[in-house]
């Protein structure tokens, strides 16, 4: 059973489309990642889905219900764990669970049993009676992964849920995300810069750019669709010829240049490395670096979208210092 169904969803702001006619499915307790870089429109995606947003045309369902036509079915059906923090640091963590409850008409001693429920799957029922101005970054995301699951929703979404915090306190984030579906089967829709949290946690991957999904599928299959092994070399001097020359070797599945960097896809690429360097060599190319490795989630990024998820934010990263700087000058 699906618990999502979109058709040719759609949504135009002034006349630039930033979602343009997706179509997708989720199954029951799926926990289904959405990647792809910064104004892709996952985010307006998403905020149709929770119908924060109401789509331009197409249609879309949410745990049975239409999510222009019946908004509040929706919003009783779902949870949303933001990208920014939405606590309130004045109360404990079981007063903010006991506040968001009552939202949802949740009857005393239903909210005591629910409260006690989450706050046990999410590991903090130690500290529910802390103010959660001292909780760690860790323990405000759980919380927050609590809150969303209070009034036991059929589908989560969780917007960057681990984004900031250190790759350990990531790590354990990530654990808890795979138990609550395990133990729920809530159905989860993820969106995050991390490839290797989008590998780890999800049953299948839709990469949005452009306001398009340009693949959808398994992890695994995302990545044998590569075809090989991954070469990486540094170069330093002038390449043009000796790109020349890699568009006519067969045996090179795949190429891309990127900063001095050239990755390519081959099989056995092992074998081809000295050949590569001593190609390169021929062209008065030094080769500063080599690398090999089996294709990633972030290869799989840069075949379909042209460039890397980091390359990706440190142009958004750019792009917001120069509106500061702009708003600066006035």
Known sequence: MDTIKVENLTKTFNGLTAVDHIAFSVPEGELFGLLGPN??????????LATLLKPS????EVAGFDVARSRDSVRKSIGIVFQEP????????????????MMYNIEREERRRRIDEVLRLVDLKEKASVLVEKYSGGMKRRLEIARGLIHRPKVLFLDEPTLGLDAQTRRLIWDYVKKLNRESR????????YMEEADYLCDRIAIMDHGKFVALDTPAKLKDLL???????ELEGNSDSLMDEIKTLDWIKKYSLHDDVLNMTMEKGERRIPELV??????A?????????????????LH???????????????RNRTMMAGHGRR
């Open 186 to 193: 809530v159905t989860i829709i993820l969106t995050t810069h």
């Open 39 to 48: 104004g892709a429109g996952k985010t307006t995606t998403i905020n149709m």
């Open 227 to 233: 075809g090989g092994d991954v070469v990486s070399m």
């Open 285 to 301: 190319i030094t080769v500063t670096c080599v690398h090999l490795r089996k294709p990633s989630l972030e290869d799989v990024f």
């Open 86 to 101: 939405a606590l309130d640091g004045k109360l404990t963590g079981k007063e903010n669970l006991d506040f968001h409850a």
């Open 304 to 318: 379909f979208t042209g460039r890397t998820i980091r390359e990706d934010e440190a142009g958004q990263g750019a």
């Open 57 to 60: 045309s197409g249609y879309a």
């Open 278 to 283: 001593t190609l390169a060599q021929s062209h």
